[in-house]
Structures are given as structure tokens and as C-alpha cells.
């Protein structure tokens, strides 16, 4: 079946520009997990979902970034007036349940801010 | 205590070798031991995964070495291929808590 998909794959945004990052999951995986990667560098927890509701949202790094998630499916990255620090890749991951089980990961979306 | 520390930042190996990554963690509440495999311009994906209750498993060259006493765990690559260049990244997570505690990656290089 297919896996995450996410999109856009590449996003060229002005500084101060608002943009929106999409993720498909797998069908049927009730949990969905968003991270960024800055070049060359680990994965930064950002925020996870349960079905539609986001029990833990401390990984946001300020007010400028939100998410949500709908009919347990499409979630949304949000993040407002960008700023070149926001530049990363942004992925997307799904799993069938809690945290024991396998992440998918999406190819990523490479967010930069001119 | 959430952390799990991941060395060395960096690795070459020679084709044939061994590649050895080493992680560290604090939390004895970890139950779930996952290794994350990503090429360039890929998203991670899972390698192997280890829960405490062995030492060891194994799966074709790729080996996870688990020491519940010292909360350190490793990943053995046997016979290193230039293919098997990635980023790697240990993980950890627990029963209960959603979130998976990731390291900072390993980047490994197989020379010819």
C-alpha cells in the first residue's frame, strides 16, 4: 500500500510569508508525529497526534508554528511569518498506535525561507 | 532523562569492516529500542528494534547489542557495504509515553 506522503516536496517562501505543510498518512495509523531536520543535524520533536487531538504540543518551537489533524487522517503544519531559522526539512511520520510501535516516515517537505 | 545520547557524530569504515554505533540513555523506563536508517533526501526508516528483555538480536549483518545494567545499547554493521552509507539514529521509547526520544545521528561512510 502506499506510504506517507507529504507535500509540498520543496517550499521556497519569502521571509514573513505564511506556509502550509501537508501529510498524508497511512491508512488506518491512528498516530501521527511531526519533526524538523535542520541540515546535517538530528530530529526535532515538534508535535504528535492521537487521532485529531495533539496531547503533546511542547515540542513547537514558538506561537508562529501550529498543527492540526483531521478526521484522524490529513494533518497540517502550519507556521506564520517564517523566518530564515525556520529553514529545515520537515517530516512527517505515522505508526499504528503508541510509541512501541514502527514509525513511517514521509520523504519530508524542504522548507526555505529567502 | 529524556535523553538518548548517540556517538560517534561521524564514522568511515572501510568495505568489509565493522561499524559499531554506540547510544546511551538514563530513562530505566524505556521499553523500545528502534535503529532509523536515512539516506540523502529520504525520510528514516526502521533498521532493527530491540525491547530489554534480550541482549541481543540479530538480523542479516545488522546486529543490536543490548547492556540493560549499563542503559547502553549498539548497533554492529558486519561486512560494511559502500551501500549501507547513511545517517543513523538510535531511538528510545516507553509504554505509555507517545513520544519517541530519537540521538543525533551517525553518519557513516563506507569506503571502497
Known amino acids: 500500500g502506499a506510504g506517507v506522503s507529504q507535500s509540498p516536496s520543496n517550499k521556497v517562501t519569502e521571509k514573513g510569508k505564511d506556509v502550509e505543510l501537508r501529510c498524508d498518512p497511512i491508512?488506518?495509523?491512528?498516530?501521527l508525529y511531526w519533526y524538523r531536520q535542520s541540515l546535517g543535524q538530528g530530529l526535532e520533536f515538534l508535535i504528535y497526534f492521537q487521532g485529531n487531538s495533539a496531547p503533546d504540543k511542547s515540542g513547537l518551537p514558538s506561537d508562529r508554528f501550529s498543527a492540526e489533524r483531521t478526521g484522524g487522517s490529513v494533518s497540517t503544519l502550519t507556521i506564520q511569518r517564517t523566518q530564515q531559522e525556520d529553514s529545515a526539512v520537515y517530516l512527517c511520520?505515522?505508526?499504528?498506535?503508541?510509541?512501541?510501535?514502527?514509525?513511517?516516515f514521509g520523504p519530508g517537505t524542504r522548507l526555505t525561507v529567502t | 532523562q529524556q535523553q538518548v545520547k548517540q556517538s560517534p557524530q561521524s564514522l568511515i569504515v572501510q568495505k568489509g569492516g565493522i561499524s559499531i554505533i554506540n547510544c546511551a540513555y538514563e530513562n530505566t523506563a524505556f521499553d523500545y529500542f528502534p535503529w532509523y536508517q536515512q539516506f540523502p533526501g529520504k525520510g528514516p526508516a526502521l533498521l532493527i528494534a530491540?525491547?530489554?528483555?534480550?541482549s541481543e538480536k540479530k538480523e542479516g549483518r545488522f546486529t543490536i547489542s543490548f547492556n540493560k545494567s549499563a542503559k547502553q545499547f549498539s548497533l554492529h554493521i558486519m561486512d560494511s557495504q559502500p551501500g549501507d552509507s547513511a545517517t543513523y539514529f538510535c531511538?528510545?521509547?516507553?509504554?505509555?509515553?507517545?513520544?519517541?526520544?530519537f540521538g543525533t545521528g551517525t553518519k557513516l561512510q563506507v569506503i571502497p
Open positions: 511520520a505515522s505508526s499504528p498506535g503508541l510509541a512501541l510501535y514502527e514509525q513511517y
Open positions: 530491540i525491547r530489554p528483555d534480550v
Open positions: 531511538a528510545a521509547s516507553m509504554r505509555g509515553y507517545q513520544k519517541v526520544t
Open positions: 491508512s488506518g495509523h491512528t498516530a
